[in-house]
């Protein structure tokens, strides 16, 4: 019998908790800003209507129609699709055995928070003391993992036990546990814009952020930009979506529950603009230097330049670096237990295995393959694998997704199944979002995306490392989807949709 949510809101709060990540903190903002500032929202509003939102509605009706996680739904829906849910949960575990590395930098940080431990100069703090990366830097051994780096292995065991026990708790204690895990990272990041405001420089910081560049609508880049980012915010291709889903009961709406959860997403992202621009504007002032030279993104901006700006507010900095870290700490968690309950809920179905051995093998083996990336020279790895992940795996997924589901299943069928318990009516926009619109905008950013990466490699990196950690591990995903879909083991009757 398949777990279900206990209520509705759970669902909602957990689905929320996954859609809201680190990409929101550190990755839209950045993208706002040299996207073309306040005019990309409108980019991102269209691409939100015709990609985000219909995704969603996909994979939950996927989910909740086929009562399984992304293998067993897609091959419910039809046999020879199993492949493809299959290389979301492997994109999926891929994802995790670096998040939590993610976790365990920021858990290290909370602690150095507390006496401001990285000072003025958060990148050698970042790159000497956490990382102990300097030695692989200097050398030029790129690729070589150089040692684990002692002070994270106590902050990453503490973050994979944090995941192991909500996913081994079963879905009514990862009902409990999110709603703690979700609302709190937003009501830190309201803390951290609120203080952001109060600080001399934010106007600037903000006008930076916001300030409308209309010629940037006549880009092309700036429209995939948009689209890219929507579908990577989402949690789409992940199979999390799907997994949540397939434990909700039959009546449940999926027009409401995808509006809801892709306006938190999308309302979150841009709150977090406004608290990292207007201390970045804060920042500007108190160096004398221009807001774009202290502009940044990802692992920069999180665990480098918000860091440092901190170092030089006036009033308590030390409780705004800790609030900052148990922000960025609660955001991870929320979407490491989420692709970890979307990987464990295919290995329950596909090979009959209780939630406790499910959590311990997925668990376990992550955690193993996750110690490469806390190595010293796990960061360059890490964002190796991020970028391939990314650009080339999520994208794939969703494109057979779409082709397979929208033109294979039928487009309709969905959109029949979404407006049967839906409040919300869509129609044949739906169709064509799936069939058309959304194909060829992944296909577009999977063709430019490969261009790039034959003229160059991604960030310089050597060639053995895009060919390991990038083209290599996309095959690896590729080959054992369709193994993973080959084995042969007794599935459940599927029962009555929704059925407790």
Not at 179 to 199: A, E, K, N, Q
Not at 241 to 247: E, K, P, R
Not at 326 to 333: A, D, P, Q, R
Request: charged content about 10%; hydrophobic content about 55%.
């Amino acid at each position: 019998m398949r777990e279900r949510w206990t209520w509705r809101g759970a669902f909602v709060v957990a689905a929320v908790g996954s859609a809201v990540g680190l990409g929101n903190l550190w990755r839209f903002p950045y993208v706002v800003y040299d996207s073309g500032g306040g005019a990309f929202l409108i980019p991102f509003l269209v691409a939100l209507i015709t990609a985000g939102i219909p995704l969603m509605m996909l994979e939950f009706t996927l989910g909740k129609k086929f009562a399984g996680a992304a293998p067993l739904a897609m091959k419910r829906a039809n046999k020879s699709f199993e492949f493809v849910g299959w290389w979301a949960t492997l994109a999926g575990f891929g994802i995790i055995t670096y998040y939590a590395a993610i976790l365990a930098w920021s858990l290290r940080y909370l602690w150095g928070a507390f006496s401001l431990e990285w000072g003025s100069d958060a990148g050698t703090y970042l790159y000497e003391t956490v990382l102990g990366i300097m030695p692989v830097l200097e050398a030029g051994t790129y690729g070589s993992l150089g040692g684990i780096a002692p002070g994270l292995i106590f902050p990453f065991i503490l973050g994979w036990l944090s995941i192991f026990f909500i996913v081994y708790s079963g879905v009514k204690g990862l009902g409990k546990v999110v709603m703690i895990t979700m609302p709190l990272p937003f009501i830190l990041i309201v803390i951290l814009m609120f203080r952001g405001l109060t600080l001399p420089g934010a106007a600037e910081g903000l006008n930076f952020y916001l300030r409308p560049d209309f010629t940037a609508l006549l880009n092309p880049q700036v429209w995939l930009a948009a689209y890219g980012q929507v579908f990577f915010t989402l949690s789409l291709a992940m199979g999390i979506l799907i997994a949540y889903a397939s434990y909700l009961p039959k009546d449940a709406d999926i027009s409401n529950n995808a509006l809801m959860t892709s306006t938190a997403d999308a309302f979150t992202a841009f709150v977090s603009g406004i608290a990292v621009f207007s201390v970045t504007g804060y920042m500007a002032g108190q160096l004398g230097v221009p807001v774009g030279d202290v502009v940044a993104s990802g692992v920069g901006l999180a665990f480098v330049a918000y860091p440092e700006a901190i170092s030089l507010m006036p009033v308590a900095p030390a409780l705004i670096g800790v609030i900052f870290f148990v922000t960025i700490f609660t955001l991870g968690l929320d979407s490491a237990f989420s692709l970890t309950e979307s990987v464990v809920a295919s290995v329950m179905d596909k090979f009959n295995m209780t939630r406790k051995k499910a959590a311990t093998l997925v668990s376990g083996l992550a955690f193993l393959v996750g110690l490469i990336f806390i190595s010293r020279g796990g960061l360059l790895w890490l964002d190796q694998v991020d970028y391939f992940l990314n650009n080339f795996g999520l994208v794939l997924i969703g494109l057979f997704t779409c082709l397979l589901i929208g033109w294979g299943y039928g487009a309709h069928k969905i959109r029949e199944a979404i407006n049967e318990v839906s409040e919300i009516k869509i129609g044949v926009w739906f169709d064509i979002c799936i069939k058309f619109i959304t194909p060829i905008v992944l296909v577009i950013l999977l063709v430019l995306n490969f261009i790039e990466r034959i003229k160059d490699p991604y960030e310089g990196y050597p060639g053995f490392m895009q060919l390991v950690g990038g083209w290599g591990m996309m095959a690896v995903f590729i080959i054992l989807g369709i193994v993973f879909m080959l084995i042969k083991t007794k599935e459940k009757p599927q029962a009555e949709e929704g059925e407790v």
